[in-house]
């Protein structure tokens, strides 16, 4: 596991393969680090599927509408919602997509984001510019890379929990 050094900004998710560890950047992308770090401390993303997982491109998950329900019916929803709060400014840095960072999912709206997440498993420099980068994995990667692929995956893996280091 990394050395945490500033835990109020760090992540952990626990996957069914181990922890991954997520430093977090709110001097880049304030608002949504406090999204995440919100829904974490809510245990909004406890038990959340990984809907859409593109091999050698990203793993999305963080519907906390859809994409905590067993039902395959909501499954094939995943993917579609959000949380209750609304959704979030873009906050485009000149950080680049490259493997390990965590960007924010949205629609067409650049203003869209809300709870929706994704993971680049490699460096995706054509998202640039276009999708707030505002986490880094600095440890677990190799956890990442293990996510059942899938639109939806036909048995999506989940995240068991997730957490505010400081609070863990």
């Known amino acids: 596991m990394a050395e945490i050094t500033d835990p109020e900004n760090t992540i952990i998710i626990t996957l069914k393969d181990g922890p991954v560890t997520i430093a977090l950047l709110p001097d880049v992308a304030p608002k949504h680090v406090a999204r995440m770090k919100e829904l974490a401390r809510a245990g909004a993303y406890d ?17 906390v509408e ?12 995943a993917g579609t919602g959000g949380s209750d709060l609304p959704d979030l400014p873009a906050e485009f840095s000149k950080l680049p997509h490259d493997r390990g960072t965590i960007g924010a999912a949205r629609s067409a709206n650049p203003n869209s984001a809300n709870s929706q997440f994704f993971i680049n498993f490699k460096d ?3 998202l640039n510019g276009q999708y707030t980068v505002y986490g880094r994995v600095i440890s677990g990667m190799e956890h990442v ?3 059942a692929r899938g639109e939806p995956p036909a048995s999506p893996d989940r995240m068991i929990s997730v957490r505010v280091a400081a609070d863990v």
């Open 145 to 147: 890379d293990k996510i």
């Open 124 to 126: 995706n420099s054509f």
């Open 66 to 77: 859809h994409g905590d329900m067993e039902d395959g019916f909501n499954i094939r929803r």
């Open 47 to 63: 038990n959340v599927c990984f809907h859409r997982v593109i091999e050698g491109f990203m793993a999305q998950t963080g519907d």
